[in-house]
């Protein structure tokens, strides 16, 4: 019997509590989906889980286990192999066809072709039962520790003696904050991404505002004259945003 998600691609990326600005426990908020029909094994690695940190959900079988992941958003998956009903394999298959979540196989089965069956359908990591509880909690610390490393964004962009800082929007020379309305702001940022590359106005409307040029368009030379006479010294020979005639615009050199 094959169960088909409802929801797809709900659960494809997590973003991590601490990216956020989620605070508590040091795995406070981190969500995991416990799969074992054995009661008692189940409810020692939901202790030890509780015990360092995280949230859990527990499914005693392989129905179970679909219909809460189809409903909740999970950080990572403790799975068992053998359940009645639906395997953990056939469980595998179906959560990877909508999702990249980290799930660790814990099974009896301890033979070399069953666990290159489930690294085969997207397993992070394989434990044999019987196992210690705290080696299965340090195996799933390390791997939420890798899976979800905080996302660090470039906050300030940099060419020459200016500087654009990404999150206040401002432009300095030298250290000094120059005045810039938002859309050169979001000029100035398409130059800063594609420092010598050349670009077409074509290019530079549709990165910075998302629209298409219809070809007569010339206000974006009117917002580049404008951007010169607030950056170059000299706007007859510019050293930051020079002109490709018969093209373009580039921040950088035009040497090629």
Do not use: C, W
Not at 128 to 137: I, Q, Y
Not at 159 to 168: E, G, H, I, N, Q
Not at 235 to 254: A, L, Q, V
Request: no cysteine.
């Amino acid at each position: 019997m094959i169960f088909i998600l409802e929801k797809y691609l709900r659960v494809s990326i997590l973003i991590p509590p601490s990216a956020i600005g989620l605070t508590g426990g040091k795995f406070m908020s981190y969500k995991i989906l416990l799969v074992e029909d054995d009661k008692k094994i189940s409810e020692i690695i939901d202790k030890y889980l509780k015990k360092n940190d995280f949230e859990t959900n527990v499914a005693f079988n392989g129905i179970d286990a679909l219909e809460k992941f189809s409903n909740n958003d999970y950080h990572l998956i403790i799975l068992d192999i053998m359940m009645p009903g639906i395997s953990g394999f056939e469980v595998l298959s179906e959560i990877r066809t909508i999702s990249d979540v980290p799930v660790v196989i814990v099974t009896a089965k301890k033979d070399e072709i069953d666990r290159l069956t489930g690294f085969n359908k997207g397993a992070d990591d394989y434990i044999v039962k019987p196992f210690s509880p705290k080696e299965l909690v340090k195996r799933v610390e390390a791997i939420i520790k890798r899976a979800y490393k905080p996302i660090k964004q470039k906050k300030l962009l940099i060419y020459d003696d200016l500087k654009l800082d990404l999150v206040s929007q401002k432009l300095y020379k030298g250290g000094e904050n120059i005045e810039i309305s938002s859309k050169e702001f979001k000029i100035l940022r398409t130059f800063f991404e594609n420092v010598d590359i050349p670009l077409s106005r074509e290019k530079i409307i549709k990165n910075s505002f998302g629209i298409e040029y219809d070809g007569f368009d010339r206000n974006i030379d009117s917002y580049i004259k404008n951007i010169r006479k607030k950056i170059e010294t000299n706007t007859r020979s510019p050293k930051y945003i020079k002109t490709k005639y018969g093209f373009g615009y580039i921040m950088g050199s035009d040497e090629n």
